[in-house]
T-cell receptor, first 117, second 115 residues
């Protein structure tokens, strides 16, 4: 089974609307971390937001929030008030195991988000 | 502030030729360092990581190797490139010394085309 599944290969969203990018994960570990990265056309991976498996609150960073539903094993990224500069590939990633000593991030295949003016 | 550099930015190499990609990090000490590869239209695949000088862990057996000769320098090499080595190579670092140490930060990447 895929460790990280992103079912939306591409999305088109009107500027200023909110957008939700889906991510489901599969792990048997109790301790794990979930990440979202943005990759613009330049190629650089930009860290957006992190959610730990034991965090009780959903993570938020500015316009980004992570809708963490542990029982459903989903970690959807919500971008509020989308902007043209949000157009990019978005990757969900997971670290299995505690934060220290576990170095491998497993990435999903990504979602290409296009913001329409 | 921390900065990560990669070079070259782009590279076109014939099959069977050697490879050396370099990554350096500034503004931090004893970072964890990582090499990832991204095939066209795909997610990232971890190739190697290092938790210290001379300490290399390989995630995927292949014709690539990595070395860490200095604390903030990470090198990806190959003796003979294959066509399947084409891709976008990203170096990343993680700082275990500061409070927020969960995320990895990525460099600008090297786009390698093997012909």
């Amino acid at each position: 089974a895929q460790k990280i599944t992103q079912t939306q290969p591409g999305m088109f969203v009107q500027e200023k609307e909110a957008v939700t990018l889906d991510c489901t994960y599969d792990t048997s570990d109790q301790s794990y971390g979930l990440f979202w990265y943005k990759q613009p056309s330049s190629g650089e991976m930009i860290f957006l937001i992190y959610q730990g498996s034991y965090d009780e609150q959903n993570a938020t960073e500015g316009r980004y929030s992570l809708n963490f539903q542990k029982a459903r094993k989903s970690a959807n990224l919500v971008i509020s008030a989308s902007q043209l500069g949000d157009s990019a590939m978005y990757f969900c990633a997971m670290r299995e195991g505690p934060n220290f000593g576990n170095e491998k991030l497993t990435f999903g295949t990504g979602t290409r988000l296009t913001i329409i003016p | 502030s921390q900065t990560i550099h990669q070079w070259p930015a782009t590279l076109v190499q014939p099959v069977g030729s050697p490879l050396s990609l370099e990554c350096t990090v500034e503004g931090t000490s004893n970072p964890n360092l990582y090499w990832y590869r991204q095939a066209a239209g795909r997610g990232l695949q971890l190739l190697f990581y290092s938790v210290g000088i001379g300490q290399i862990s390989s995630e995927v057996p292949q014709n690539l190797s990595a070395s860490r000769p200095q604390d903030r320098q990470f090198i990806l090499s190959s003796k003979k490139l294959l066509l399947s080595d084409s891709g976008f190579y990203l170096c990343a670092w993680r700082d275990l010394m500061t409070g927020s140490s969960y995320e990895q930060y990525f460099g600008p990447g090297t786009r390698l085309t093997v012909t």
